[in-house]
């Protein structure tokens, strides 16, 4: 099974902050990997697909980047609504996994 | 719009079984793949199974693999976790979520709220 490890596991930060979050993957994925939102008490919804792929309705703010073994989520100017928990997930081969995820705090 | 409404969940007895429902609307069910996701309390997201289109092909998780079984009945929309011989691990909000595609790349773009199953005697 291909192991999904994201950093750092939590961090704090302010509205209007730049953020970013690690992914990596224990063997070369090319670019499947996909990365989810999950607010308190909800489900996850899909940010980024194909590893830079903004889903639609997605706001701009968020930008994922990456290739090979390492990926990058970034949050350009965070909101109140983006303090959440974040998942990357491979797609390349079954079964689907997910880093552990980054919990993102005020 | 998609929706997809889980069900069947609840406080069971370790050994007992359970079946869980995902009923959808607002999109072709009998295109999509589907998949079922959980989530121990306080945990991150385990990927359970997944069902092609039309049920021919199904995989699961090493950890569920003998005691899941995932179904489907597109004439009535409504995807399916059959769960038997019920751990105290399997206690988790289990979600299904579609599988979108897009050329050679899938990702989960639409979830339900989740059902919460508890294992405990």
């Known amino acids: 099974d291909i192991q999904m490890t994201q950093s750092p596991s939590s961090l704090s930060a302010s509205v209007g902050d730049r953020v970013t979050i690690t992914c990596r993957s224990s063997?070369?994925?090319?670019?499947?990997l996909n990365w989810y939102r999950q607010k308190p008490g909800q489900a996850p919804d899909l940010l980024i697909y194909?590893?830079?792929s903004l889903q639609s309705g997605v706001p701009s703010r968020f930008s994922g980047s990456g290739s090979g073994t390492d990926f990058v989520l970034t949050i350009s100017s965070l909101q109140a609504e983006d303090y959440a928990t974040y998942y990357c997930?491979?797609?390349?081969?079954?079964?689907?996994?997910f880093g552990q995820g980054t919990r993102l705090d005020i | 719009q998609v929706q997809l409404v889980e069900s069947g969940g609840g406080v069971v007895q370790p050994g007992r079984s359970l079946r869980l429902s995902c009923a959808a609307s607002?999109?072709?069910?009998?295109?999509?793949?589907m998949h079922w996701v959980r989530q121990a309390p306080g945990k991150g997201l385990e990927w359970v199974a997944l069902?092609?289109?039309?049920?021919?092909?199904?995989y699961y998780a090493d950890p569920v693999k003998g005691r899941f079984t995932i179904s489907r009945d597109n004439s009535k929309k409504t995807l399916f976790l059959q769960i038997d011989r019920l751990r105290p691990e399997d206690t988790a909000v289990y979600y299904c979520?579609?599988?979108?595609?897009?050329?050679?790349?899938?990702?989960?773009?639409?979830w339900g709220q989740g059902t919460l199953v508890t294992v405990s005697s």
């Open positions: 069902i092609s289109y039309d049920g021919s092909t199904k």
């Open positions: 607002g999109f072709k069910f009998n295109t999509y793949a």
């Open positions: 979520a579609r599988e979108e595609r897009t050329s050679s790349w899938y990702y989960l773009d639409s």
């Open positions: 997930q491979q797609s390349l081969s079954a079964p689907i996994t």
């Open positions: 063997q070369s994925i090319s670019n499947y």
């Open positions: 194909a590893a830079s």
